[in-house]
C-alpha cells in the first residue's frame, strides 16, 4: 500500500473558525449609532483593533436638504448635504444642530456653523448662522448642549439639474 499515507503521521491540525467579526464589523457600520450593549453582545467574535466600538458610537453617512434662508450665502434653498452622524465637533464647521423648541412647538434640524465651546458653561457649543436677517442661533436661544450637535456637515454635493431631469423622465418612461 504505497498510496496510503504511514499510521503514524502526524494529525492534522483542525481547520480554521470562519471570521465572523468581518459580517460584525459592516453590521455595526452600517448603524446609525451602536450602543455598548449591542457591540457588547458580540465581543468575543471582535477582534481587538474593533474593541473601541463597545465604548463608542459609530458614525454614519446621510443627507439632509436645506430648507431655510439662514445659511445663505453658504447654503441655499434645496441644497442637498452629505452629513456624518454623529460625527465630531469642530469648530468652524457647518453642523446639523437639534435647537431648543419654541413657544409655537418643537424646532427642526438645523444646519448652523459650530463657533466654539462655551466659555462659562463646559459641555455647550456656540452656533451661529450665515445669514444675519434669517434663523435662530445662539444669540437668541444660548450655547446648545454636545448631544444635540447631531451630524458634521462634510460637503455640500453639487446639483445637477440635467442629470435630475433625465433621472425624472427616466422614472416616467419619456427618455429618449
Known amino acids: 500500500m504505497s498510496g496510503m499515507p504511514p499510521a503514524s503521521s502526524a494529525p492534522t491540525p483542525p481547520p480554521k473558525p470562519p471570521k465572523p467579526h468581518h459580517r460584525i464589523t459592516v453590521r455595526a457600520t452600517r448603524l446609525a449609532r451602536t450602543t455598548a450593549t449591542t457591540v457588547a453582545s458580540h465581543a468575543r467574535q471582535v477582534p481587538a483593533r474593533v474593541q473601541r466600538l463597545r465604548t463608542t458610537t459609530v458614525p454614519r453617512l446621510g443627507l439632509a436638504t436645506v430648507h431655510g434662508r439662514s445659511m445663505e450665502p453658504t447654503l441655499h434653498e434645496g441644497d442637498r448635504l452629505l452629513v456624518l452622524w454623529g460625527g465630531p465637533i469642530v469648530p468652524g464647521r457647518m453642523s446639523l444642530v437639534r435647537l431648543p423648541d419654541s413657544p409655537g412647538g418643537p ?13 462659562d458653561q ?13 434663523g435662530v442661533d445662539s444669540w437668541q436661544v444660548g450655547g446648545i448642549p454636545s448631544e444635540d450637535v447631531v451630524a458634521l456637515v462634510v460637503t455640500r454635493l453639487p446639483a445637477f439639474p440635467a442629470l435630475r431631469g433625465s433621472l425624472r423622465r427616466l422614472t416616467r418612461g419619456r427618455l429618449g
Open 107 to 119: 424646532r427642526p434640524l438645523s444646519v448652523k456653523r459650530v463657533s466654539g465651546p462655551e466659555a
Open 122 to 134: 463646559p459641555g455647550r457649543w456656540w452656533i451661529e448662522r450665515d445669514n444675519p436677517r434669517e
